[in-house]
C-alpha cells in the first residue's frame, strides 16, 4: 500500500512515516509514503495499489486546500481503492478523517470503500495567536510517545482487517459541521489577513517553501496571492519572523518539528 500526505510543518509528515515504518517491520515491506508536493507520476502509483493511504493536518474539520485538490485531481482512480486516512489535529476535529470524503459528490461517496481512520493529536503550530502554546524539545515528546502507542494499535488492527472508522458518527459530523464553516471564511480571506511586517529582509525563503506558491517577491515586497492552503509554513520558517496570519503581532516563537 501507499500513503499520500501533506505536511505543513511536520506534524503529517511524522504520522504518514511512522505509519509506514511500523507497517513494515510488520511484514508489509512494499508499504511506502509520498508527499503529495513530489513530482512524480501520481497516476501510476495510485493505478498500481489496491490500498491508497492519506494523511494530512486539519484546520476546523476541513481537509487543505492543496489536498483537496490533489484528491480531486486523482478522484476517479480513486473510486476503487480501499482507502485509509489520518488527520494530526490540535484539540477535536469531529470530522477531520471523514472530511476528506466531502470532496466526492454525494452520487459518487457510496462507492468509497474506506476501511480505516484515525485522528493524531500532535503539537500547535499556530505561532501567531498568543494564546496557544508553542511547544519545542522535550514537551514534544509527549505527542511523539502517545502517537506511536496509538500507531501501533493502528497498524494491528489494519492487519487483523479491522474497519473502525473514526469521525464517521453522527455527533463527529455535526461539530465538524460547526467548526468547517469559518476556516471557509479564512480561506476566502487569506489573501488580506496574511501579513508581511517590516521586518522582512526579502530573502526569499517563505516564497519558495510555500506549497502552493501563494507568496512571490513583487516589487521588492512580499504579496500574497489567493491560493493559500492555511499551513503556517511560511510563518514558522521565516528567518525574520516577519509573517503572520491571525494577529499582526509579532511572532515570539515559531515551531520546528526538527527541534524534536
Not at 178 to 195: G, I, N, T, Y
Request: aromatic share 12%; charged share 25%; with cysteine.
Amino acid at each position: 500500500m501507499i500513503i499520500f500526505y501533506f505536511s505543513g510543518t511536520g506534524n503529517s509528515k511524522y504520522i504518514a512515516e511512522l505509519f509506514c515504518q511500523i507497517m513494515e517491520v510488520g511484514g508489509y515491506t512494499n508499504t511506502k509514503c509520498f508527499s503529495i508536493e513530489e513530482n512524480i507520476d501520481f497516476e501510476s502509483l495510485i493505478d498500481t495499489e489496491e490500498t491508497i493511504g492519506f494523511c494530512y493536518p486539519i484546520f476546523f474539520s476541513r481537509a487543505p486546500k492543496i489536498m483537496r485538490e490533489f484528491v480531486t485531481r486523482h478522484m476517479e482512480k480513486l473510486k476503487n481503492k480501499k482507502l485509509i486516512i489520518f488527520c494530526t489535529q490540535m484539540i477535536l476535529s469531529g470530522d477531520g478523517a471523514r472530511a476528506l470524503t466531502y470532496i466526492f459528490p454525494k452520487k459518487d461517496r457510496r462507492f468509497l470503500n474506506v476501511i480505516y481512520t484515525e485522528h493524531f493529536f500532535m503539537p500547535n503550530n499556530v505561532t501567531d495567536l498568543l494564546i496557544l502554546p508553542v511547544e519545542s524539545g522535550k514537551s514534544l515528546r509527549k505527542y511523539i510517545v502517545k502517537s506511536e502507542k496509538k500507531m501501533q494499535k493502528v497498524c494491528r488492527n489494519i492487519k487483523n482487517g479491522k474497519i473502525k472508522k473514526r469521525g464517521f458518527n453522527v455527533f463527529s459530523q455535526l461539530l465538524g459541521l460547526l467548526q468547517a464553516v469559518f476556516v471557509k471564511s479564512m480561506e476566502r480571506k487569506a489573501h488580506d489577513w496574511l501579513k508581511i511586517n517590516g521586518d522582512c529582509s526579502l530573502c526569499g525563503k517563505c516564497v519558495s517553501v510555500c506549497p502552493t506558491k501563494n507568496l512571490v517577491c513583487e516589487n521588492q515586497k512580499i504579496i500574497p496571492k489567493y491560493n493559500c492552503t492555511l499551513c503556517y509554513r511560511c510563518i514558522n520558517e521565516c528567518p525574520q519572523k516577519a509573517i503572520t496570519f491571525i494577529f499582526n503581532g509579532k511572532v515570539k516563537k515559531q515551531y520546528k518539528w526538527s527541534e524534536t
